[in-house]
């Protein structure tokens, strides 16, 4: 029971999304704040609100590897399952989570991002899903890939189809610096799609991030994004705790999951491969199919 459990929980994680050489210690170099916003408040209303996303964006970190064991949990309808598991991200190249028997250590179950496919294995059963972002509606159909991904687990702002986004990209979100409390919404439209980061207001750090998705045959989707826990990581800061729930209506019923992955002894490691092989005695299915079990549970 134990082992389907874990199963579900790794089919789920990608379901959910797919709906929408020596190791370093980060904590030996003593961080400096993230700058605040430079006193605006003499500049025009378009300037300040430039102003405020730069500072937002400039919250971004330089190191280029982020490792850490870690606490995965999921809720999803009368699921609510936790287990160890681990993350390792590096920028530009794979975000992949690892899954594990509790106590005993072995790995369960491997979700991998790549900036080509999505690679889901299930060491259980030797089963693997592997998809082409292009073969996944929701990211397909709204310019999600990688890089929006990883965006999203970086703690970045992010424009569907691109790579990053670059100074003159600014422009293009809008701050609402008029609007009361301690977080500032930065939005940015694309579509059906809706953005928005809602920002410190006294130190920028984005705490948490929702898109939305409106679609007149399928019904409202929406992801929220937040975010906790910022640890030192080089002279910035990087999200320790990190919880995403998604809520769509696109199916007969209503459904949702929320996954909270909570991080520790976080590192810039970059002694580890950076894609999986998958072995041959592991036979490939549709991921169609995975979520047709999926939901059949």
């Known amino acids: 029971m134990k082992r389907q459990l874990v199963k579900i929980c790794v089919v789920a994680f990608v379901a959910m999304l797919a709906s929408c050489g020596v190791k370093k210690a980060i904590v030996n170099t003593t961080p400096k704040p993230a700058p605040a916003p430079a006193p605006v408040q003499q500049q ?7 102003a405020f996303v730069q500072s937002v964006s400039d919250r971004q970190l330089y190191q280029q590897n ?13 699921k609510d399952i936790s287990v160890p598991g681990s993350l390792h991200m590096r920028k530009d190249q ?15 179950g491997r979700l991998e991002f790549t900036p080509s496919y999505v690679l889901v294995i299930d060491r259980i059963h030797k089963e693997y899903v592997k998809a082409a972002y292009n073969q996944l509606d929701f990211l397909r159909e709204n310019g999600l890939d990688f ?4 965006a ?7 424009l569907p189809g691109t790579q990053k986004v670059s100074e003159t ?15 500032v919404p930065v939005t940015y439209r694309n579509g ?61 019923s209503r459904k949702n999951a929320t996954v909270t992955l909570d991080m520790d002894k976080l590192t810039t490691d970059s002694d580890w491969e950076t894609l999986t092989t998958v072995s041959d005695r592991y036979k490939q299915v549709d991921a169609r199919e995975a979520l047709d079990k999926l939901l059949k549970m």
């Open 152 to 158: 999203l687990f970086w703690n970045q702002l992010l």
């Open 147 to 150: 890089y929006s991904l990883q």
């Open 66 to 78: 982020i490792v850490s064991s870690l606490s995965f949990s999921l809720k999803a309808g009368s």
């Open 44 to 50: 025009a209303a378009p300037a300040r609100k430039l």
């Open 94 to 108: 794979v975000i992949r989570l690892q899954l594990f028997i509790p106590l005993l250590g072995s790995e369960v």
């Open 169 to 183: 990209d600014l422009s293009r979100f809008e701050a609402n610096l008029e609007t009361a409390g301690t977080t």
């Open 192 to 252: 059906k799609m809706t953005f928005q980061w809602n920002a410190s207001r006294q130190d920028s750090k984005i705490e948490s991030a929702i898109v939305n998705y409106q679609s007149a045959t399928h019904g409202m989707s929406q992801l929220v994004w937040k975010y906790a826990n910022f640890m030192p990581v080089g002279v910035k800061f990087f999200p320790a705790w990190q919880q995403f729930s998604f809520t769509t209506s696109a199916v007969q």
